[in-house]
């Protein structure tokens, strides 16, 4: 176990940041801390660097209790968002600054500080800008000396606060496609602030799932993606249908589209239904006449088809209630439906939650 | 920057761009005013300083009590810069890397010199420390002079040139944010270390042009002075005031020609900012250029 | 004169002396140091409210307290002596020495003057703003660094030489005294003066926000139809105002207090060109120390109403450049 955060709240006047926090993070792994805006996921980076102070909890660094030290004995590399660089110093004095500071009992001698630099530099790409100032450098050349300056230091745990947030989408794609080789290089245990749901599961060994200042859900990406916790952690992570259904007798009904489905054991109330997308089947309605508007098929209308590249997003409508399903072009096309058409709807893996404690109610 | 033309500065936003005659006439106009308000009476200093001869104008300058009030002057301001130097620092630093209750109450605080009459400035020091002040009579008793001494002149300096450092860092300051200060200490540099390796290099222009503006407001700074110096001659006169008693003499060759020395230190304090502004305008306006 | 009786004078062997004062500055090192003590100054927990923001950077308590205590002895410690020696004189006190003629008449001269003054630099300080920021011509350097002339001039420098230019005899004076114009001895004299010293005040204000100004904003009002002149008026103006307003505060409150660059020129005649920092002076002279208070905190609480204004204006500026 690397670090144990256990308890740790954060209030800012009247604005609870974290509210009492508790998180494992395994050794070596790279761990995605991801949330909106205002979802205390900074905010509990900061504390584990060292840059902020939590008001209630612990957190320990390898067994050894971390609230009191400085950055510098938690031996932690940070990579700020805005990358930090100092403007008046260059790519290599930037690097090399870690190093320089330390006291002078600890400090390196120079020639083995300028090889360290060197051979960081190397690993980040920019040996041949060393000399550059970082405005004369591109955003993901930036990012990468930050991110060198951060390893100058050896630190034990590196965190990075929305590394890839300020560079365009192409770079921002290459980068953490390299930062995630790099990290299975030198595996260094690794946190990362994103609010980009593709980047954490993209990249991270494990999501961290962040809203008010609490834990939604922690898992692997697949996990996260296909069995969502919450609500919100179904919201938050791609595009999602949200329906509003009552459940009584077992069944939850969706007024809205006039459809049913089994809630075996549920307690009666209203609750909410969740679909992705992709798991909203469409069937041709002279194939469905038989049971339409029975058990499992609602009569919709094609409202509009987005056909870009190899999946089409299909714009559903009944009696005004607008949904979207997702599918395969080909299988668009075998269907034959097209916009003003009506089709058959079904839902294939809806999940329920209870609308009063948004608990999961069934898969 | 010097360009030929007049050709205004939305070249290339056609419709902006406002006719010639309209051009030249506002630029006319305003010129007229500068040279009308500005540059005549900075003209008239050098010319009515030197009209009698380079002989007259330097008789004048090395003349006894003309050369105490520029020592005077130096001796004052050498020591009421250095400490708004320090104070303008501090102050900086506390106000813009920390968030306190009362900061904007303070920023006003510093401000207020600013906005107080120079006359004021040194008359609630004649009321501390004159004769009939607070402090007067035990200062008397102790045989101790700050009105109408060195001292006095100092602290009125003090008074009056107060917020300018602390007034040219702290916007700069605001704007370049904590970010690189935090990234020091992560990386594990002491206070120290953060100051002067980070901090200082990235506000060393402002604090530049922070000291020459204070400079130039002490050695130049009349009215508070007035109050508090007592104008005893090769004593407690500085450069303005020496000038005032001259040119009431109707000693105007002399009056103009100490002024020429102030006016000549106005100029280099411009000088010096318009070529600092010039080659490091980003790092004075506070413009980021980085992400 | 001598540097060691500055010294001396400036801070004696605590040992030896003990003047009234140093029981305050002892006090104050000892409020400052408790207060840090006991965190009034330092990062609080939760419940005891955020007095202050828990930071990293290091110094918070000793850059604030030595800042504060600085303040404190050179700034408030005088102005509350002011004020007590002001409380001092009552009511009737107070109202008897600023209701004669002539101190009524200085207010009136320097508070009229100084209006002139700055209503003169907000109409050219525009003028100049407007051509430094949107024109090129040769000599722009030297015109923009001119601007902060009155900036850096001493203020006596700058009185003397208005005054040898626009008397009677000097370049500018005696052409208009063919006109009959006398400038000169005369409060439109200190109008002159006022508006030397206003100027960058207006100008560089004003030139920030005209350089931040979107040039689309009057593209867009322009391709909407309106001509050059509307949108000057409709578009450009109302972004301008409240820097304009700025400005014009900043001048008025520097032209109240002026005092180098007027008593050349004012010729200084008791109710017609007498100015009120130029009263003060002769008070304290005359050692009529209650006279110079009573006037000193009436110009001070002018000063604070300026202050408040400015302060107002200045975060209305701000509202206005967020929202844009």
């Given at each position: ?16 940041a974290?509210d009492?926090v ?11 801390l ?68 330390r ?5 390196l001698?120079r ?14 790409q ?49 980068l ?9 290089e030198m ?5 990362f602030v ?33 069995h ?44 909410l ?21 029975g058990?499992g ?9 987005h ?44 999940r ?12 | ?17 406002d ?19 500005v ?10 300083a ?13 003349e006894?009590?003309a ?10 301001a ?47 020091y ?52 904590i ?9 594990g ?13 990235n ?11 204070c ?41 103009f ?19 600092v ?6 790092d ?8 | ?7 001396i ?5 605590l ?15 000892k ?20 007095l ?14 030595i ?8 700034v ?26 002539r ?22 300080g ?8 949107r ?24 009185g ?5 230019l ?99 020129i ?11 920092p ?47």
């Amino acid at each position: 176990m690397a670090i144990n955060i256990s308890g740790i709240s954060k209030r800012f006047g009247a604005f609870l940041a974290l509210d009492k926090v508790d998180l494992h993070i395994q050794s070596g792994e790279l761990l995605a801390l991801l949330g909106p805006s205002g979802s205390g996921k900074t905010t509990l980076l900061r504390i584990l660097g060292g840059l902020d102070r939590a008001c209630g909890g612990t957190i320990t660094f390898f067994g050894e209790a971390a609230l009191g030290l400085t950055p510098r004995d938690r031996q932690v590399g940070f990579v700020f968002q805005h990358y930090s660089l100092f403007r008046h110093m260059t790519v290599r004095d930037n690097v090399a600054f870690g190093l320089d500071v330390r006291p002078r009992r600890d400090r390196l001698p120079r020639a083995v500080i300028s090889e360290r630099v060197a051979r960081l530099l190397e690993l980040v790409q920019l040996a041949p800008l060393a000399d550059r100032y970082p405005a004369q450098l591109s955003g993901g050349q930036r990012q990468r000396v930050a991110l060198a300056r951060a390893l100058a230091i050896e630190p034990k745990v590196l965190l990075l606060d929305e590394p890839f947030g300020a560079l365009d989408a192409k770079v921002r794609k290459e980068l953490r496609r390299w930062l995630r080789r790099l990290h299975d290089e030198m595996n260094i245990t690794s946190i990362f602030v994103t609010h980009d749901q593709e980047e954490a599961l993209e990249v991270a060994d494990r999501v961290v799932v962040m809203n008010n200042g609490r834990i939604e859900q922690v898992g692997a990406p697949g996990e996260v993606y296909d069995h969502p916790a919450s609500p919100f952690v179904y919201d938050f992570l791609g595009n999602v249908n949200r329906f509003e259904c009552i459940i009584s007798d077992g069944t939850a009904k969706i007024v809205s589209i006039g459809l049913t489905m089994p809630a075996i054991g549920a307690e009666p109330g209203p609750a909410l239904a969740f679909v992705r997308p992709h798991d909203i089947e469409l069937i041709r309605l002279d194939a469905a006449t038989g049971d339409a508007g029975g058990g499992g098929v609602a009569c919709a209308r094609v409202r509009h088809i987005h056909a870009i590249g190899p999946t089409a997003r299909i714009e559903l409508d009944i009696e005004g209630h607008r949904f979207e399903a997702v599918m395969d072009q080909d299988r668009l096309r075998c269907l034959g439906v097209r916009a003003g058409d009506w089709c058959g709807v079904r839902l294939t893996r809806p999940r329920l939650f209870s609308s009063n404690s948004a608990a999961l109610i069934q898969e | 920057m010097l360009a030929k033309s007049t050709a205004s500065a939305y070249g290339g936003r056609p419709a902006l761009q406002d006719p010639a005659w309209l051009r030249w006439t506002l630029i006319g106009t305003a010129l007229a005013f500068l040279a009308l308000f500005v540059a005549l009476p900075l003209l008239t200093v050098f010319i009515e300083a030197l009209h009698r001869g380079f002989g007259a104008y330097f008789a004048a300058l090395v003349e006894p009590d003309a050369l105490s009030a520029m020592w005077l002057t130096l001796l004052v301001a050498g020591i009421a810069v250095p400490l708004n130097l320090v104070f303008g620092i501090l102050s900086a630093w506390a106000i813009t890397k920390f968030e306190f209750l009362g900061k904007s109450f303070l920023i006003t605080l510093i401000d207020l010199p600013f906005s107080v009459s120079p006359v004021i400035s040194g008359m609630v020091y004649v009321l501390l420390f004159g004769l009939h002040g607070w402090f007067g009579p035990w200062l008397r008793a102790h045989d101790l002079q700050i009105v109408f001494a060195v001292p006095g002149l100092v602290l009125a300096t003090i008074f009056v040139t107060f917020p300018f450092v602390a007034r040219e860092l702290i916007p700069l300051m605001q704007s370049q944010g904590i970010e690189e200060e935090e990234a020091a200490a992560s990386l594990g540099a002491t206070g120290w270390q953060i100051f002067w390796r980070i901090t200082l290099p990235n506000i060393r222009w402002a604090l530049l042009y922070g000291v020459l503006l204070c400079n130039a407001r002490a050695m130049g700074e009349f009215g508070a002075v007035s109050v508090v110096s007592g104008h005893v001659r090769g004593l407690t006169n500085t450069m303005p005031l020496h000038v005032e008693i001259l040119y009431n003499e109707y000693n105007f060759v002399a009056a103009f020609a100490v002024a020429s020395l102030l006016a000549l230190l106005a100029l280099v304090t411009l000088a010096v900012k318009s070529v600092v502004e010039w080659r490091w305008g980003e790092d004075i306006s506070g413009r980021r250029d980085q992400g | 004169m001598e540097p060691q009786e500055a010294s001396i004078c400036l801070a004696p062997p605590l040992s030896a002396v003990k003047p009234p004062w140093y029981a305050f500055v002892l006090g104050l090192a000892k409020v400052v140091s408790l207060s840090h003590e006991r965190g009034l100054f330092r990062a609080t927990r939760g419940s005891r409210g955020m007095l202050v923001r828990y930071s990293i950077l290091p110094g918070f308590g000793l850059t604030l307290g030595i800042s504060m205590a600085w303040l404190g002895l050179i700034v408030l410690v005088p102005l509350a002596a002011l004020a007590i020696h002001a409380g001092g004189l009552g009511w009737s006190g107070f109202w008897a020495e600023v209701s004669t003629p002539r101190v009524l008449s200085a207010f009136r001269v320097s508070c009229t003057t100084a209006l002139a003054a700055a209503l003169i630099n907000v109409v050219f300080g525009l003028l100049v703003a407007w051509v430094l920021v949107r024109y090129r011509f040769p000599g722009q350097r030297l015109v923009d660094a001119l601007v902060d002339l009155p900036f850096a001039l001493p203020t006596a420098v700058a009185g003397i030489a208005l005054t040898s230019l626009y008397a009677t005899n000097g370049w500018i004076g005696s052409i208009l005294a063919e006109w009959g114009v006398k400038v000169a001895f005369t409060p439109l004299g200190i109008v002159v003066a006022l508006t030397f010293i206003g100027l960058p005040f207006v100008v560089r204000t004003v030139e920030p926000v005209l350089q931040d100004l979107a040039p689309e904003e009057e593209e867009v009002a322009m391709s909407l139809g309106a001509s050059r002149w509307q949108t000057f008026i409709r578009v450009i103006l109302p972004a301008l105002t409240p820097a304009l307003l700025t400005g014009f505060a900043l001048a008025f409150a520097r032209g109240l207090g002026e005092y180098g660059s007027v008593i050349f020129i004012a010729g200084n005649m008791p109710g017609i060109s007498e100015i009120v920092p130029l009263l003060i002076i002769i008070k304290l002279e005359q050692f009529s120390y209650q006279g110079a208070t009573a006037i000193g905190t009436l110009m001070l609480v002018l000063s604070f109403i300026l202050l408040l204004v400015i302060n107002l204006l200045q975060a209305w500026m701000r509202g206005r450049h967020h929202v844009s």
